[in-house]
């Protein structure tokens, strides 16, 4: 019965002449939305994937980071490009230079290549209450290995409005007049 049916529809398509098409229009429409979702919504904001223990400092700098090396502390860890490099209780005991973030950082240089002038380029992702100690001893272990080109990531802050910064001015010289 079903045989019945098949040729009764071909006959019928053979009668009518039509062809089968393919509407392109809700196609169409359906890349126009994506394409404007995606322009809508990138941004040349460069976020740096941090780990849920590490809290940045905040900063109303207007310059933004470039992607570069990157070097994560959080209270235990010390970790470059997602690779635990040294622990931090370990560190205290050590001189001014960590051994495990100077080899890595040596392999790193020797895969870039030639030096470039001021050295390499590296970002440290530390917490906010990183002890100084601690980001000193880093900071002299990427000089040591030419990368001394350093920022520190900061979580962005949005700058004060000229309004407000006059207010908070008028505030201040009222304040010290009397």
């Known amino acids: ?17 039509r062809s089968a098409s393919l509407n392109l229009v809700s196609l169409m429409d359906i890349f126009t939305i994506l394409v404007f979702f995606l322009m809508v919504n990138s941004s040349e904001v460069e976020v740096l994937q941090t780990s849920s223990d590490i809290k940045l400092p905040d900063s109303n700098s207007e310059q933004t980071p470039e992607n570069r ?6 209270a235990e ?8 490099v040294a622990s ?3 560190l205290e005991r050590t001189n001014n230079v960590i051994v495990g973030l100077q080899k890595e950082l040596e392999y790193q240089a ?8 001021g050295g390499f ?6 917490d906010k209450a990183l002890p100084y100690w601690l980001l000193k001893k880093i900071m002299l272990t990427c000089q040591a290995t030419d ?6 990531a900061v979580n962005q802050l ?6 407000e910064v006059q207010t908070a001015q008028a505030a201040a010289a009222e304040g010290s007049a009397s």
Do not use: N, Y
């Not at 090396?69 to 959080?74: D, E, G, M, N, R």
């Not at 860890?77 to 635990?84: A, E, I, K, S």
């Open 110 to 117: 020797s895969r870039r290549g030639e030096i470039p002038e």
């Open 88 to 90: 931090v209780d370990e």
């Open 69 to 74: 090396l990157t070097i994560s502390v959080s």
């Open 147 to 152: 990368f001394a080109r350093i920022s520190l």
């Open 1 to 17: 019965m079903s045989q019945f049916h098949h040729q009764k529809r071909r006959r019928k398509q053979k009668q009518g002449k």
């Open 158 to 163: 949005q700058a004060p409005a000229a309004e």
């Open 77 to 84: 860890d010390l970790v470059l490009q997602g690779r635990h």
């Open 121 to 126: 380029e590296v970002t440290i992702m530390g």
